[in-house]
């Protein structure tokens, strides 16, 4: 029996539409990358609350005490709670009110309904769980993936939230997560890199306006012209994006936005793929024992 006998025509739509999504997520650490990530992850349940979060775990198993390095969601497009869903791990409030351990068992990767593990009946009690419930949300689907092994408290958090107006959460749609968390898991280590980063190491709005410009071809006059801003102003801009991404050369910059290697001769960098694709073939591969524990 393949994976595909649990699922349904829109649960593989949606897992479609995610993975397409995901592999265009910004290689670099920007201020909109967990949001963008919610918006990808979105695709496998549109009604869905979506929150990604990229944490330092304070205590072993993940309920304590917890550093929010990024975090950023998005709500349904009929819900009243687009500006705040955002803040559910922010102003102090870390720890996802539930064990990160408990999610991953031991693994890299880790998907499951909230209702099946043991951090459930206390969940509804904990700041996180108090701060969902004011959004409606009674069921959650979560995950969690880390960006590193040689750190392995340093984790990608997701969540997806359901009210009381909409199905709960399936087996299968903890299936579905799987690849997908593994993805975007994936993609946040290319992104935000081996160690935490910072507001001033973080790429705004407006640089990230200009590396899409750069990458485009465009020369800094022809960006200031577009921008409608003076050629210092965007040059200062340049010399920023050099420093906060380790770039030391244009080129460089702009392979590491793309999230392309840097090194080797420019035939080699011209016909390798993606890093992100790499990465996705072998998180395929990875992911088939716990795919096949979830189906017995």
Aim: aromatic content about 4%; some cysteine; glycine content about 8%.
């Amino acid at each position: 029996m393949t994976i595909t006998a649990n699922l349904s025509g829109e649960q593989l739509r949606g897992l479609t539409h995610a993975a397409a999504s995901l592999a265009r997520l910004p290689a670099v650490p920007t201020q909109s990358w967990c949001a963008e990530a919610s918006a990808a992850i979105q695709h496998i349940r549109s009604t869905a609350f979506v929150l990604v979060t990229l944490l330092t775990n304070g205590e072993q198993g993940g309920s304590g005490p917890a550093s929010v390095e990024a975090t950023g969601g998005l709500a349904p497009a009929a819900s009243a709670f687009h500006e705040d869903i955002g803040r559910i791990h922010s102003d102090g409030v870390g720890a996802p009110g539930w064990r990160v351990a408990e999610a991953l068992q031991g693994e890299r990767i880790g998907a499951a309904r909230l209702r099946d593990l043991s951090s459930w009946s206390a969940w509804s009690f904990t700041a996180a769980g108090k701060r969902w419930k004011r959004f409606g949300v009674n069921d959650l689907l979560i995950g969690a993936g880390c960006l590193h092994p040689e750190n392995p408290n340093r984790v990608l958090v997701v969540e997806l939230g359901a009210g009381p107006e909409y199905p709960p959460f399936a087996q299968s749609d903890a299936i579905v997560l799987a690849p997908i968390l593994e993805m975007v898991t994936e993609r946040a280590a290319i992104a935000f890199g081996m160690l935490p980063v910072t507001a001033s190491s973080t790429v705004t709005p407006r640089e990230e306006q200009i590396l899409q410009l750069l990458t485009l071809g465009c020369t800094v006059r022809e960006i200031a012209e577009r921008l409608s801003r003076s050629r210092h102003t965007v040059h200062d801009h340049v010399k920023s994006l050099h420093r906060k991404l380790g770039a030391t050369t244009r080129g460089a910059l702009i392979a590491r936005y793309l999230g392309r290697p840097t090194e080797g001769s420019a035939e080699e960098r011209a016909s390798s793929p993606p890093a992100i694709v790499t990465k996705m073939a072998a998180s395929a591969t990875s992911m088939r024992p716990w795919l096949a524990a979830q189906e017995r």
